[in-house]
């Protein structure tokens, strides 16, 4: 059974940042595609950003250049830097990964909270 290890969610003021993290373990396979999603209350899980395993990266527009993704593939850990963090940023973050075999798997979620 995979396991996600979820980290560094909390309470941060307008303007400040975070990082996450996500440890994966027990993947039968090797992973494909890591990376991390949100939802607001009231709203759709949205992407955040995911990185493969080579690399390449993808932002959802409202990142605007704020976060960065970043990924060890031998600890098998993604992270997430965010700055400049807004109140609209306040949601549960889930970190989210896909194997190159398999059906994805999704942490028990993390919350960030923007907050004076």
């Known amino acids: 059974q995979v396991q996600l290890v979820e980290s560094g969610g909390g309470l941060v003021q307008p303007g400040g940042s975070l990082r996450l993290s996500c440890a994966a373990s027990r993947s039968r396979y090797a992973i494909y595609a890591m990376g991390w999603y949100r939802q607001a209350p009231g709203k759709q899980r949205e992407l955040v950003a995911t990185?493969?395993?080579?690399?390449?990266?993808t932002y959802g527009d409202f990142v605007k250049g704020r976060f960065t993704i970043s990924r060890d593939n031998a600890a098998n850990t993604v992270y997430l830097h965010m700055n400049n963090l807004v109140p609209e940023d306040t949601a549960a973050y889930y970190c989210?990964?896909?194997?190159?075999?398999?059906?994805?798997?999704w942490g028990q979620g993390t919350q960030v909270t923007v907050s004076s």
């Open positions: 989210n990964i896909r194997p190159y075999i398999g059906s994805e798997y």
């Open positions: 990185v493969t395993r080579d690399g390449a990266t």
